[in-house]
């Protein structure tokens, strides 16, 4: 499920929210949320040391992945909402066949008519 999103740095507790690697290490989200992230022991990058567990904590890390520079701040739900995009795709293509076989009706009628 990760993949495509980069690799998440082992520290990351597990839950929906996650840092990636191409973590730049300037600590903004540490900064924005700092219940949530955490700098790694060897300095190097941050981490999801808690997954939000408040509202107030959500709308922090929502908003720390937000402004994240190199979107290195995965919120797993938002790629579930991506799916809900291609059921809309879907939607959309199913009134397109609607409007195709309505057209083939009116295209009928009138050469019987004629
Ligand atoms: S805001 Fe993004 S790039 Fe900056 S420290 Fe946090 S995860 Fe890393």
Redesign the pocket.
Known sequence: MRGMEGKAHAENVSGRFY?NK?????????V?APQN?TQSSDQT??YVSKQPETSEELAAVID?AS???????IDTEAFSVAGDVSTTSSDMKRHLIRLLLLALVVVVWLLASS
């Open positions: 840092v191409n973590c730049l290490n300037h600590g903004l989200c540490k924005l992230f990058h941050i720390a402004q994240c520079p190199v979107n290195a701040i």
